[in-house]
């Protein structure tokens, strides 16, 4: 499976980006989009099943929105009132049906200025 992510971003506080990520290669089930800030862990912030069934971190709910186009392999997350400590590297998701394997895309700085 590869995954190609859109590029980096940046906003100022209360902003609004959207990222993509399309899947090549093989089927896949579960996308999502983890990130991870300088010093801290990789977190889950939203996934979406072929189905458009979704789950969000806490503190992105209301604000993220993440949406599927099966028919291009392709999912966005659609991010609203940015805050500073959104700042990380996003990382692109998928889980290829084949064997549930994990494979993960090259990661976009997300950047949310004061």
């Known amino acids: 499976v590869q995954l190609q992510a859109s590029g980096e971003a940046w906003c100022r506080l209360g902003g609004s980006l959207r990222l993509s990520c399309a899947a090549s290669?093989?089927?896949?089930?579960?996308m999502g989009w983890y990130r991870q800030a300088p010093g801290k862990q990789r977190e889950l912030v939203a996934d979406?099943?072929?189905?458009?069934?979704?789950n969000y971190a806490d503190s992105v709910k209301g604000r993220f929105t993440i949406s599927r186009d099966n028919t291009k392999n392709t999912i966005y997350l659609q991010m609203n009132s940015l805050k500073p400590e959104d700042t990380a590297v996003y990382y692109c998701?998928?889980?290829?049906?084949?064997?549930?394997?994990?494979?993960w895309g090259q990661g976009t700085q997300v950047t949310v200025s004061s």
């Open positions: 998701n998928a889980l290829r049906v084949l064997d549930r394997g994990a494979y």
């Open positions: 290669g093989s089927t896949v089930s579960i």
């Open positions: 979406i099943t072929r189905g458009s069934s979704t």
